[in-house]
């Protein structure tokens, strides 16, 4: 399963730049609003199952962004 989450942190850094991108082109005052912003809380949602299941630490859409 540790395969999966790390094939899954790949997309999720993608994502967390394309979203970062689209607010930074100051048509969006919020995150959520971000049309890529749907995507990466789906595959945080879906990552974050298989880390409980594997005792991992979750992650949080927000600590992700503010980094």
């Not at 850094?13 to 890529?36: A, D, H, M, T």
């Not at 809380?41 to 927000?62: A, F, H, P, S, Y």
Request: hydrophobic share 35%; aromatic share 8%.
């Amino acid at each position: 399963m540790q395969g999966q989450i790390d094939g899954f942190d790949v997309h999720i850094e993608l994502e967390v730049k394309r979203v970062c991108e689209e607010f930074k082109s100051g048509k969006y005052s919020n995150y959520r609003e971000c049309p890529s912003y749907s995507a990466l809380k789906n595959l945080v949602d879906g990552t974050n199952i298989l880390r409980q299941q594997m005792n991992l630490e979750t992650l949080n859409i927000e600590e992700l962004l503010a980094d």
